[in-house]
Every structure is written in structure tokens, then in C-alpha cells.
């Protein structure tokens, strides 16, 4: 389709899952969250765009989140085309993508779910390790808090640094 920016892409793909659902003989209400990124390496432009999902980015051990548009990827009542961010990276930023499914997991002393603000301090305290590291001590902190619940979503968190 041509489109260059996160997002135009989400809009496009927003178009698409709605006219393969209005196709069928259901009437389909179901959407997806989405955080979308391009990176301009040349010049360390970052932009994003998101679906109910945020960017995290950790500079100098602060944490900067980027909100996503609150609006899924399907049928939704008050739709309207999504935000396109545009960041300015620094040399050791750090950031971060994901899907709901680690924050929304059910575990802890009280089976609640671990929320943005727990996956945020994982992140954090983390942040100066290699993303190798990072992805074992990520992995131990899900397994930890789900303990022997089940898992009630994927999970998916992607992450690089400048």
C-alpha cells in the first residue's frame, strides 16, 4: 500500500480487519492492540504509533512513555486515525514494545494482574544489563508472578537499544 509511517499503517490495517470481518456472516466485534515502531537509523527517529498499547523508553534511568491512541485495530464506535509519534533517540536509550499479555497475567500473593506500572519497574531495574540479560530476568519475573496459574494470553515484548 505504499504507506510509510506507523501510523498510516495501523489506519490501513484497522480498514482491513474490519472489511475481512464485515465479510463473514457474523457480526464480529472483536479488535487488537498494537504498538508499531519505524526506526530511521541514520538518524535515530524513532515513530510510533499505537493501538491501546504505549512505547517505553528508558533514557538516563528515567522511563518515557509514549501513550497509544486508546482505540483498537477493528470496530470500535469513536475511532479516529491514529496519533504518529516522532522521537529523537539518544545514544543508550533503550525501548521497548509489547503486547498486553505480560502486564494483563494474573499471579502475585493476590492473583491480580501485574499491571503496566509492575512491568515498568521490571523494566527499569533491568535496564543497565544486556538484553540478553534482560530477556532471562523479564522471562523469571513472568514465570515468578504467574506461579502456577495459567497463562491467559500471549506474551510478546520486544526491545533494543541506541
Not at 29 to 37: S, V
Not at 82 to 96: G, T, V
Not at 119 to 127: A, F, R, V, Y
Request: glycine share 6%; with cysteine; proline share 2%.
Amino acid at each position: 500500500f505504499n504507506l510509510k509511517t506507523p501510523s498510516e499503517i495501523l489506519s490501513k490495517t484497522r480498514e482491513l480487519v474490519i472489511e475481512t470481518f464485515d465479510q463473514g456472516d457474523e457480526n464480529v466485534k472483536d479488535g487488537m492492540d498494537i504498538a508499531l515502531c519505524s526506526l530511521d537509523m541514520n538518524n535515530n527517529i524513532l515513530q510510533f504509533a499505537g493501538a491501546n498499547n504505549p512505547l517505553i523508553i528508558i533514557r538516563n534511568k528515567e522511563i518515557i512513555e509514549i501513550k497509544g491512541d486508546r482505540q483498537p485495530i477493528g470496530k470500535y464506535a469513536n475511532s479516529k486515525v491514529f496519533s504518529n509519534h516522532q522521537i529523537e533517540l539518544e545514544k543508550n536509550d533503550s525501548i521497548y514494545i509489547f503486547s498486553d499479555g505480560f502486564q494483563d497475567q494474573f499471579g502475585g500473593k493476590n492473583g491480580k494482574k501485574l499491571k503496566l506500572k509492575g512491568l515498568k519497574e521490571i523494566l527499569i531495574s533491568n535496564n543497565d544489563k544486556s538484553m540478553r540479560h534482560q530477556k532471562n530476568r523479564i522471562e523469571d519475573a513472568f514465570n515468578l508472578w504467574k506461579d502456577e496459574l495459567e497463562q491467559i494470553d500471549d506474551v510478546c515484548i520486544m526491545g533494543f537499544t541506541i
